[in-house]
T-cell receptor, first 113, second 112 residues
Framework: KAGVTQTPRYLIKTRGQQVTLSCSPISGHRSVSWYQQTPGQGLQFLFEYFSETQRNKGNFPGRFSGRQFSNSRSEMNVSTLELGDSALYLC????????????FGPGTRLTVL | DQQVKQNSPSLSVQEGRISILNCDYTNSMFDYFLWYKKYPAEGPTFLISISSIKDKNEDGRFTVFLNKSAKHLSLHIVPSQPGDSAVYFCAASAGNTDKLIFGTGTRLQVFP
């Protein structure tokens, strides 16, 4: 069974630009969550989508948004990038939700210059 | 406010000995706890979990202990192996549809 895939793996943007990251969950998984990992902050929850609906949201500004498609693939968008948005963005999928074991993708490393 | 805390950013243990990774939490509503392991350039992988109705869960070399009164959980790895060298994150949630709150991680290094 294929794992969670994320594209692109690396991305370099400049301040003020916007970026879209993509996540393909494991087949059959309906829940997709997004996390931001920065040094010293650990993994911080961004949001969770389940069956195309945002079910949970973390404490991030509105510049961070996401969506999920009918095939459970998910995208995350960050608008008006700031230097502090430089981080590893991880996507995780699970069968039904956050209580279930989540399977993480390798992440997208975003660098904002 | 960091609801899940891993106060030791790093830990170094000799191969064959026990590794003990600690995690404290502040939210008494948390009822499910997980440990994840992360290697560089890879996403975290699930290790072991424990529900608040239990105080111990064991899976091979990995055992998680939960002390609800102290709001503390620990992960024991016995015996430690060099391949265990990674960053370990504990995480907690307050229900099936609640978000997971992760700690900041502890980097474990197991040396020969």
């Amino acid at each position: 069974k294929a794992g969670v895939t994320q594209t692109p793996r690396y991305l370099i943007k400049t301040r003020g630009q916007q970026v879209t990251l993509s996540c393909s969950p494991i087949s059959g998984h309906r829940s997709v969550s997004w996390y931001q990992q920065t040094p010293g902050q650990g993994l911080q929850f961004l949001f969770e989508y389940f069956s195309e609906t945002q079910r949970n949201k973390g404490n991030f500004p509105g510049r961070f948004s996401g969506r999920q498609f009918s095939n459970s693939r998910s995208e995350m968008n960050v608008s008006t990038l700031e230097l502090g948005d430089s981080a590893l963005y991880l996507c995780a999928s699970s069968v039904q939700g956050l209580y279930n074991e989540q399977f993480f993708g390798p992440g997208t490393r975003l660098t904002v210059l | 406010d960091q609801q899940v805390k891993q106060n030791s950013p790093s830990l170094s243990v000799q191969e064959g000995r026990i590794s003990i990774l600690n995690c404290d939490y502040t939210n008494s509503m948390f009822d499910y706890f997980l440990w994840y392991k992360k290697y560089p350039a890879e996403g975290p992988t699930f290790l072991i979990s424990i529900s608040s109705i239990k105080d111990k869960n064991e899976d091979g070399r990995f055992t998680v202990f939960l002390n609800k009164s102290a709001k503390h959980l620990s992960l024991h790895i016995v015996p430690s192996q060099p391949g265990d060298s990674a960053v370990y994150f504990c995480a907690a949630s307050a229900g099936n549809t609640d978000k997971l709150i992760f700690g900041t991680g502890t980097r474990l290094q197991v040396f020969p």
